[in-house]
């Protein structure tokens, strides 16, 4: 079992930034691969970003790629999201997931079995 917590969610102004924290409780957060979604209000939860359990791979959305950042401090037991230039549609809650393994989950919400409570972010235009 692992407790994931997310944080860093806020109002915030298009084309600033913001970085979401998600702390884990489990000791195999370190091999494992971990992933951040979100969710807009009347949508499906859709992948953002995911990480190598070394933190060596990482993985975008297509409406994210340059913009987010996706990293990993192991000692810590956090996975980090970078968000710059943010817009407005990219208001949402975003979760951290993970299945406390090594192995790729890839980028359906589906395939993580451990969620997180979320943490709202919202840019206004």
């Known amino acids: 079992q692992v407790q994931l917590v997310e944080s860093g969610g806020e109002l915030v102004q298009a084309g600033g930034s913001l970085r979401l924290s998600c702390v884990a409780s489990?000791?195999?957060?370190?091999?494992?691969?971990i992933g951040w979604f979100r969710q807009a209000p009347g949508k499906e939860r859709d992948f953002v970003a995911r990480?190598?359990?070394?933190?060596?791979?990482?993985y975008y959305a297509d409406s994210v790629k340059g913009r987010f950042t996706i990293s990993k401090n192991n000692a810590k037991n956090i996975v980090y999201l970078e968000m710059n230039s943010l817009k407005p549609e990219d208001t949402a809650d975003y979760y951290c997931?993970?299945?406390?393994?090594?192995?790729?989950?890839?980028?359906?919400?589906?395939?993580?079995?451990?969620w997180g409570m979320g943490t709202q972010v919202t840019v206004s235009s």
């Open positions: 997931a993970t299945n406390l393994s090594p192995m790729d989950p890839g980028d359906r919400p589906q395939e993580y079995r451990y």
């Open positions: 489990a000791r195999t957060f370190s091999t494992s691969f």
């Open positions: 990480i190598s359990s070394s933190g060596s791979f990482t």
